[in-house]
């Protein structure tokens, strides 16, 4: 799909598994009916197997390198997202070594972090919304890396030499994780790839109509089977690379959301 279309429309993502099947379909029965129309109009139909497997295993390799990419784009995320969580608990329960006035506005400011990152990719509608949130979450984080470093020279004497070795190196790790998160939602392949594999897909399924009825070798069961498979691998690809726009929420977000369910109990 071409770029300008995603980026004005976020919300297209969520329908790319059914427009690759579409077009799979499609061409399928366009080969098939360019292969019985053959067939009808002339004597010697031959179809070149040797081309014909070339094409599908450039298919293959197309369709497992977009699969790789994705689980690992996936894995990335997931991975950054459980760091987000365990970093912010973690500076969280260290705030008690910093008075308890700036214990108080640090945790405030924490606890807004978390909702901004837990709401960031929600209505989002447009790239221009995602940057927008990812600007907020940024500029919180510059706040309370501040508010931290402020407050752990305010510390009381007897908890400063804590606060600067426990607390100063956790939010070195909190900061680090969330920037990760945030170079990692803008993360994601050329959409070139993903336009080359819908080509090479379609290709192979006009090949493979075309096959079918120039070889006479109609077996709907099987085809239905093997659309069905590739739309599932479809689904399976984009749920990875689009996760925000295809995954369930709390499955994705359930270590944020277990955090945030916490630090509610945290003094």
């Given at each position: 799909?071409?770029n300008?279309?995603?980026?004005?429309?976020?919300?297209?993502i969520k329908?790319?598994?059914?427009?690759f099947?579409?077009?799979i379909i499609?061409?399928?029965?366009?080969?098939?009916?360019?292969?019985?129309?053959?067939?009808?109009?002339?004597?010697?139909?031959?179809?070149?197997?040797?081309?014909?497997t070339?094409?599908?295993?450039?298919?293959?390799?197309?369709l497992?390198?977009?699969?790789?990419?994705?689980?690992d784009?996936?894995?990335?995320?997931?991975?950054?997202?459980?760091?987000e969580?365990?970093?912010?608990?973690?500076?969280?329960?260290?705030?008690k070594?910093?008075?308890?006035?700036?214990q108080?506005?640090v945790?405030?400011?924490l606890?807004?972090?978390?909702?901004?990152?837990l709401?960031?990719?929600?209505?989002?509608?447009v790239i221009?919304?995602?940057?927008?949130?990812?600007?907020?979450?940024?500029?919180?984080?510059?706040?309370v890396?501040e508010?931290?470093?402020?407050?752990?020279?305010?510390?009381?004497?007897?908890?400063?030499?804590l606060?600067e070795k426990?607390?100063?190196?956790?939010?070195?790790?909190?900061i680090?994780?969330?920037?990760?998160?945030?170079?990692?939602?803008?993360?994601?392949?050329?959409?070139?790839?993903?336009?080359?594999?819908?080509?090479?897909?379609?290709?192979?399924?006009?090949?493979?109509?075309?096959?079918?009825?120039?070889?006479?070798?109609?077996d709907?069961?099987?085809?239905?089977?093997?659309?069905?498979?590739?739309?599932?691998?479809l689904?399976?690809?984009?749920?990875?690379?689009?996760?925000?726009?295809?995954?369930?929420?709390?499955a994705?977000?359930?270590?944020?959301?277990?955090v945030?369910?916490?630090?509610?109990?945290?003094n």
């Open positions: 799909m071409p300008y279309l995603v980026q004005s429309h976020l919300s297209i329908y790319a598994p059914m427009i099947l579409l077009s499609f061409f399928l029965l366009l080969g098939w009916l360019y292969g019985r129309y053959r067939i009808r109009t002339s004597k010697d139909v031959i179809v070149r197997d040797s081309l014909a070339a094409i599908f295993g450039l298919s293959a390799l197309v497992g390198f977009t699969f790789s990419s994705a689980n784009h996936f894995n990335q995320r997931i991975n950054t997202a459980s760091l969580a365990a970093s912010i608990e973690r500076v969280y329960k260290s705030t070594y910093l008075r308890p006035a700036d108080a506005l945790q405030k400011s606890r807004e972090i978390l909702h901004t990152r709401t960031t990719y929600e209505h989002v509608e221009d919304d995602l940057n927008r949130n990812l600007d907020v979450l940024a500029t919180q984080l510059d706040n890396n508010e931290i470093l402020s407050s752990i020279q305010k510390a009381p004497s007897a908890n400063r030499d606060a426990v607390l100063g190196t956790q939010l070195e790790e909190l680090g994780s969330f920037h990760a998160g945030l170079l990692h939602s803008k993360s994601h392949p050329p959409a070139i790839i993903d336009q080359f594999l819908l080509v090479l897909l379609c290709v192979g399924a006009l090949l493979s109509g075309y096959a079918m009825a120039v070889q006479k070798e109609e709907w069961f099987l085809t239905i089977l093997y659309v069905g498979l590739m739309g599932f691998a689904f399976v690809i984009f749920s990875l690379e689009f996760p925000n726009q295809l995954s369930s929420y709390d994705l977000n359930s270590e944020l959301l277990k945030q369910e916490r630090i509610r109990f945290i």
